[in-house]
C-alpha cells in the first residue's frame, strides 16, 4: 500500500493523517494557522512522521483538501477579478433569477455578486442555443476590453458568453486575444470551467473560478515546494468536491472544484464504513470546530449533485447562496461546532453560531484571548470535556475561564449560569438536527430507522443526543474519528466528472450527437484521471432529465455502450424509473427532455471487509467518574469515565458515560449502551429497557 499522508485544513484545527505501509494510521491535530495554512500542516507532518520514525522521503503520497477556497468566496478575500460576458448580460450574476428565497419578504436582502458591476465589461458578439452564431466577435471592441483590464490592475479575469456550451469559439478568442497581450493574468473560460446551460449558473461558477484562482494557486504550489524542501520526493494530490483525487495542475486550473474538498473527504469516510458495517442507508455527521457538515449516503454511495450553493447569507435557505454548478458531493453545512459563539439576538434570545472563534482566539476555555462562550465552553462547564482528559497537545482547558464566558450571558438574560449551558447545548444540537431534517426532506428521505456515522472533533460529543432527536437506530463512532476527514482522502479513488450541457428529447434523440458527446466527455475525464494513476478504471455514465415544463432535472444512470436507434425507449424508462423512485410516482403523457450529460471516470477502490457486528455483553467497571449533564433525563448524573485505547472487541460500557481519547470525546446517555466492535467502532444503541 505504500507510506501516504493526509491532511485536511479546517476553520479551527488542521489534521494530518499518516498511513503505513500495512494500512494502519497514526494523526497529528494542530490549530489552523490562517494567514499561511501550510505553515499548520507542515508543523503537523513534522510532528506526526517524528512521532513514527517516518522519513518524508519514504512518503509515496500527500493527499489534501482544504476549506481555502470556501472561505476566500466567503470572506471576500479573493483575488481583484474582472468579468467579461456578452453584450447586454453585464448585471446576469447581479439579477439572478426569479426565484426569491424568501417569497413574500418585500424587504428581502439578496446576496451581493461575487463581482461587481463596475468590474463586469461585455463585447458584442452572440452565439444562439443551438451553437449557430448570431453576430460575430467583435475583435475591435475585445481589445478595447483588453486596455481597460490593464488599466485596472486585475489579477485574474472570468470569461462568459452566451451558450458558450454549445460553441466555445468566441470564448476560446477572447482567451487567446488575453494570453498574447496579458500573459501574467489568469484567465478562467466558462466553457472550460462549466460547460452547461443556465447563464447565471455558469457565470457564477466562472467567476468563483477566477476569483479564487490566483490566491489557490499561490498556496499549493507554496505547500509543493515546502514539501520537497522537507524531502519529500512524492507528488502531491488534491481531493475536489465530488470527492476524488486530482493532480496539482488540474487543481490550479479549476479551483471551483476544491470549494467542498474537506467536507468531501469526511463523506468519502463515512461511505467507507457504511459499507463496511452493511448500512444502505447512513447520515455522515462531520462537526468541527467552525461547521458542520452533514450528508446522506444510500447504498454505499454519497448523494451527489451538479449545482450547489456556497456562502448561503440565510440558514438553510436554498437561493441564499451563490449557486455553483460543479460536480459536488451533496451535504449541508452550517455554522455549528465547538467554537460556535454565543450571542443575544434583537428579541432577547440565545443564539449559538454561525460565527465562530475559530483557531485564534479560539474558544474561552482555551486560554488564548478568546472571552466570547462558545459550544466548547458549555460542554466544558456540562462535565462533557475536562482539562483531565482533553488530550489535545499545547492546549490546557481552563474551567475559569468558560465561567467567565457564560457568565456573561447568564448576566444578561437573567438565567444561571448552569442553565445557559445546558441551553447553549441544546440550541445547537437543535440547530444540527433541523439542519439534517432540511437535508433529507430536500432529498425526499425519512431519516427515522437510519444509521449514523459520527466523526471530527465534535462530533462524538452531541451524536449522542441528535440520535434522540432524529430517531435514528444506531450511532458508529470509528476509530481516528477526530480526523475522519483526513482518513477519508487515503480512501478516495483518483476520479474526474466532465459534464456538458446537450438539449434533447428522448423522443427526438439525436443519436450520434449523445455517443459523440459522451466519448468526448469519457476521453476528457479518463485525461485527468491517468495524471495520477495508470490502473484499471471504471466509467459512470448519467443523464440530467426532466418532464417539459419543469425548472429541475433529477440524475438518470445511463447503461454501458453506445446509443442506437432503439435506445430511446429505454432512456424514457430509466427516466421514469428514477422520477416514481425521487417523487414517489411518475408522470403519463408528458414529453421527457435531456438537458446534460455527465461521464465520471474512477480508479479502482478495493471495498471494506464487512465487519461482524458483536451485541452487548457483560459492561465493564468504569475507572473513574464525573458529574455530566444528561438532556435526555434532565439531570446531573455521574458518567463512568473510560479510556477508549483499553477498550476491546466486545467490550461494553453502559451510560451514562464519556469514551475519552486524545482527538475527541464520545458522550454517552444514561438510556445508551456502547459495544466496542471488531474494528474497533464505538457502536451507540439505546437500552433494551
Known amino acids: 500500500m505504500g507510506i501516504r499522508i493526509g491532511a485536511d485544513v479546517g476553520g479551527t484545527f488542521t489534521d494530518v493523517v499518516l498511513q503505513h505501509d500495512d494500512g494502519t494510521f497514526a494523526s ?59 453584450a447586454g448580460f453585464r448585471d446576469v450574476i447581479q439579477t439572478r433569477t426569479e426565484s426569491r428565497f424568501e417569497q413574500y419578504d418585500l424587504n428581502i436582502v439578496l446576496p451581493t455578486a461575487l463581482v461587481e458591476r463596475a468590474d463586469r465589461y461585455v463585447v458584442p458578439e452572440r452565439i444562439g442555443a443551438k451553437g449557430e452564431i448570431l453576430r460575430p466577435f467583435d475583435d475591435v471592441a475585445a481589445n478595447k476590453v483588453i486596455d481597460a483590464i490593464e488599466a485596472g490592475g486585475y489579477e485574474s479575469v472570468a470569461v462568459g458568453f452566451m451558450h458558450s456550451y454549445r460553441n466555445p469559439a468566441h470564448e476560446q478568442r477572447f482567451g487567446q486575444h488575453l494570453a498574447d497581450r496579458l500573459p501574467h493574468v489568469m484567465v478562467s473560460l466558462s466553457s472550460q470551467v462549466s460547460p452547461q446551460m443556465r447563464e447565471f449558473e455558469r457565470f457564477n461558477t466562472v467567476c468563483v473560478n477566477a476569483y479564487v484562482q490566483p490566491l489557490m494557486a499561490s498556496y499549493v504550489r507554496r505547500l509543493e515546494t515546502e514539501l520537497v524542501a522537507r524531502g519529500a520526493s512524492c507528488p502531491l494530490y488534491l481531493i475536489h468536491s465530488g470527492g476524488g483525487l486530482v493532480s496539482v495542475d488540474t487543481a490550479v486550473a479549476y479551483p471551483v472544484r476544491l470549494v467542498e474538498s474537506g467536507p468531501a473527504g469526511g463523506a468519502i469516510f463515512a461511505a467507507h464504513l457504511a459499507a463496511r458495517y452493511g448500512r444502505q442507508q447512513v447520515l455522515s455527521y462531520d462537526m468541527g470546530g467552525t461547521t458542520a457538515k452533514i450528508a446522506l449516503i444510500e447504498k454505499y454511495n454519497p448523494h451527489t449533485a451538479t449545482t450547489f450553493e456556497v456562502a448561503r447569507t440565510t440558514r438553510f435557505k436554498k437561493g441564499s447562496g451563490m449557486p455553483i454548478s460543479i460536480p459536488v458531493i451533496e451535504m449541508i453545512e452550517i455554522g455549528a461546532g465547538g467554537g460556535s459563539i454565543t450571542e443575544i439576538d434583537s428579541l432577547g434570545q440565545i443564539q449559538v453560531g454561525p460565527r465562530s472563534a475559530g483557531s485564534e482566539p479560539g474558544p474561552a476555555c482555551y486560554d488564548r484571548g478568546g472571552t466570547e462562550p462558545t459550544v466548547t465552553d458549555a460542554n466544558l462547564l456540562l462535565g462533557r470535556l475536562s482539562p483531565d482528559t482533553f488530550g489535545a497537545k499545547d492546549i490546557e482547558l481552563s474551567v475559569s475561564k468558560a465561567e467567565t464566558a457564560v457568565h456573561k450571558v447568564a448576566t444578561q438574560v437573567d438565567m444561571e449560569q448552569g442553565e445557559v449551558a445546558v441551553g447553549i447545548g441544546e440550541i445547537i444540537d437543535e440547530n444540527m438536527t433541523n439542519a439534517a431534517r432540511v437535508h433529507a426532506v430536500e432529498n425526499g428521505k425519512d431519516l427515522t430507522g437510519y444509521s449514523m456515522v459520527a466523526f471530527g472533533g465534535g462530533a462524538p460529543l452531541h451524536a449522542s443526543r441528535l440520535m434522540d432527536k432524529l430517531g435514528l437506530a444506531e450511532v458508529f463512532v470509528p476509530p481516528d474519528a477526530g480526523v475522519g476527514s483526513a482518513v477519508g482522502f487515503l480512501l478516495a479513488p483518483f476520479s474526474y466528472e466532465a459534464v456538458r450541457s446537450l438539449y434533447t428529447t428522448v423522443d427526438g434523440l439525436d443519436v450520434d450527437a449523445a455517443n459523440s458527446l459522451l466519448y468526448e466527455l469519457t476521453a476528457e475525464a479518463e485525461g485527468f484521471v491517468r495524471q495520477g494513476t495508470d490502473g484499471d478504471l471504471v466509467t459512470e455514465r448519467r443523464a440530467s432529465m426532466r418532464y417539459r415544463g419543469q425548472g429541475w432535472e433529477i440524475p438518470v444512470a445511463l447503461p454501458d455502450g453506445e446509443f442506437d436507434n432503439t435506445s430511446a425507449g429505454a432512456l424514457g424508462d430509466a427516466f421514469t424509473s428514477a422520477y416514481r423512485e425521487f417523487f414517489g410516482r411518475a408522470i403519463d403523457g408528458l ?52 479510556s477508549r485505547d483499553v477498550l476491546s472487541p466486545g467490550a461494553t460500557v453502559e451510560g451514562p458515560a464519556v469514551i475519552i481519547e486524545d482527538q475527541t470525546s464520545t458522550v454517552v446517555g444514561a438510556h445508551q449502551t456502547v459495544v466496542v466492535q471488531p474494528d474497533l467502532s464505538l457502536r451507540i444503541t439505546r437500552k433494551s429497557s
Open 28 to 86: 497529528s491535530k494542530v490549530l489552523t494557522t490562517h494567514e499561511r495554512p501550510e505553515e499548520g500542516i507542515l508543523a503537523a507532518i513534522d510532528t506526526v512522521v517524528s512521532d513514527h520514525g517516518v522519513s518524508l522521503s519514504d512518503v509515496e503520497q500527500v493527499i489534501h483538501g482544504t476549506t481555502l477556497a470556501t472561505n476566500a468566496v466567503i470572506e471576500r478575500k479573493g483575488s481583484r477579478t474582472a468579468f467579461v460576458t456578452t
Open 591 to 642: 414529453t421527457i427532455e435531456v438537458v446534460s450529460w455527465s461521464v465520471k471516470v474512477m480508479s479502482i477502490v478495493e471495498p471494506p471487509q464487512v465487519v461482524e457486528l458483536l451485541e452487548p455483553g457483560q459492561p465493564i467497571a468504569p475507572q473513574s467518574g464525573r458529574f455530566m449533564y444528561d438532556p435526555a433525563s434532565s439531570q446531573q448524573v455521574t458518567a463512568s469515565i473510560v
